[in-house]
């Protein structure tokens, strides 16, 4: 090795040393397409699928707590749960 490649690798001669190659990803923020690192991307992706999820969660939540509640106000008999465990005698 002479002093010219020392330290740099012989699979990408071009490369500084203080480089890191890093796969990249566009990201839209405010309109605008943003070059960012993988990590990054993978990380905005992550959140924006979580926060996804919690939607859809509570949008499930609420359909059925309303088709329950719809259906017992449509029969009329909205009891206690321990009105429905003890039957009238």
């Not at 012989?10 to 040393?17: G, K, V």
């Not at 690192?37 to 509570?58: L, M, Q, S």
């Not at 321990?82 to 039957?87: G, K, L, N, V």
Request: glycine share 6%; net charge positive; with cysteine.
């Amino acid at each position: 090795m002479n002093a010219l490649t020392a330290g740099r690798s012989r699979f990408a001669p071009n490369r500084q040393d203080n480089e890191v190659s890093m796969a990249k990803g566009i990201v839209e923020v405010h309109g605008q397409e943003v070059e960012v690192r993988e990590d990054t991307y993978k990380a905005y992706r992550g959140v924006r699928w979580a926060i996804i999820c919690i939607v859809v969660f509570a949008a499930v939540v609420a359909v059925l707590f309303l088709a329950g509640f719809f259906t017992a106000v449509k029969k009329g008999d909205i009891q206690s749960p321990a009105q429905t465990e003890r039957p009238a005698q």
